[in-house]
């Protein structure tokens, strides 16, 4: 290996369901050797994940006890960073997964506890009554803390209910024709008569972002009950009784007196306008919710959160940078952190090479989006599961081969 003229900066997403995106760069950073100046920066593009990768790019880590997807208290965190000197403000980065994922779905009886990630069919969904409650909770523990900016990461929902139970949370009323609150989830909406945001707390001059990259409507075809519902448990029967709760809530936001949902940015009222945008489908509505109630801006997740780490000054001056997640595949190139990093790191004249536990992605497709050389578990292992299991030590090989051929 030849003497490095700089540094390697370690970029990686996870590899789900066997290394944290963490993990990924100090197994790397193993492999390469004592003598490679490394800078670890593990990543994330908004979804799963995304506090974990921020903490550990210097942000601090906040616990609080919330409400669960159905309502069981869970202890979730957010990430935290306080004003810098240079004068950006607070900014705390909120992951709906770690409130109101899946993954805080309770274990179904009879099933195999003690996981962070359990199979999908260990847990109790709860596709009509789950709620982003949680979500808000969260929110509303940043704002009093002093957040001048909230980001918050979409991903791995639990829910279908438009937000609904993260407004509930910061102080939105969601009210019936008798003006009774109603009770939590998707389902519910449908008895929407009334939206009442007096009560919402104080978030002038808070700034917030979703960073992501689902561009889905809230309703329709392509809308959050029908693309995303049955994930979540939902029958075909739960999507049409879904799509009909978000389009009443849409519907009702949209003629509600006062409402920021009830205008476009141009000032002209338009029903359901927000519903429509991009983005509004997100995280079973959340991204609706965080549009309409919040003036939210929806940012590419990978390219905001890299600029939020820092990036671009710890890319100056490197020699490479290695990325990767657990599949490089065509989601890859829709926005997915690998394809992130190399078009940044692009910018800055430094060629990138991956990692990964498998590929689907040909030489021509990864040169493209930026790639020099990907470098597969399974080319030094072809079963599957061993990969699983063995994702570390294997990594650390892979690792050997890119120092051997790139450094």
């Known amino acids: 290996m030849s003497d490095l003229s700089g540094h390697v900066v370690i970029a990686p997403d996870k590899f789900r369901g066997s290394l944290t995106a963490a993990e990924v760069v100090a197994r790397v950073a193993a492999g390469l050797g004592p003598g490679v100046t490394t800078v670890a920066l593990p990543v994330a593009d908004g979804g799963d994940g995304t506090v974990d990768a921020v903490v550990a790019g210097g942000f601090t880590r906040v616990e609080v006890e919330v409400a669960g997807p159905v309502g069981e208290p869970v202890q979730a965190s957010y990430a935290w960073r306080d004003a810098s000197a240079g004068g950006d403000v607070a900014t705390a980065v909120v992951e709906l997964a770690e409130a109101s994922g899946l993954r805080r779905l309770p274990v179904a009886e009879g099933a195999s506890a003690g996981t962070d990630s359990p199979a999908r069919g260990d847990v109790r969904l ?34 279908t209910d438009g937000g609904a139970g993260m407004m509930r949370a910061l102080g939105v009323r969601f009210l019936d024709a008798e003006g ?109 919710a965080a549009l309409a109630f919040l003036a939210a801006d929806f940012r590419p997740g990978i390219g905001y959160l890299l600029d939020l780490l820092g990036f671009h000054d710890l890319v100056l001056g490197a020699r490479l940078v290695i990325t990767g997640e657990g599949s490089l595949d065509e989601q890859t190139l829709r926005g997915k952190a690998p394809a992130g990093v190399a078009a940044a790191a692009a910018k800055a004249g430094v060629p990138v090479v991956a990692v990964c536990g498998r590929r689907t992605l040909g030489d021509d497709e990864l040169n493209a989006a930026g790639i020099t050389a990907a470098y597969a ?7 599957p599961a061993v990969c699983m299991s063995d994702a570390g030590p294997l990594l650390e090989r892979l690792a050997r081969r890119v120092a051997e051929n790139h450094l």
Do not use: C, W
């Not at 578990?377 to 079963?383: C, Q, V």
């Open 126 to 159: 709860a596709a009509l009554t789950a709620t982003s409650y949680g979500t808000g909770e969260l929110i509303a523990h940043a704002v009093r803390r002093g957040a001048g900016r909230v980001v918050l990461g979409l991903g791995g929902s639990a829910s």
């Open 180 to 288: 009774q609150e109603l009770p939590f989830g998707g389902a519910a909406l449908r008895g929407l008569e009334k939206i009442d945001t007096s009560g919402l707390v104080e978030i002038d001059g808070v700034e917030f972002v979703v960073a992501g990259d689902v561009d889905n409507p809230l309703l329709g075809p392509h809308g959050a009950a029908a693309v995303y519902g049955p994930q979540k448990g939902a029958s075909p029967e739960d999507v049409k009784l879904l799509d009909a709760a978000l389009a009443r809530l849409a519907a009702v936001a949209a003629h509600t007196h006062g409402l920021v949902g009830a205008i476009e940015h141009d000032g002209v009222v338009r029903s359901m306008g927000v519903a429509a945008q991009p983005g509004a489908g997100a995280a079973g509505g959340v991204g609706f």
């Open 377 to 383: 578990l399974t080319d030094i292992e072809p079963d």
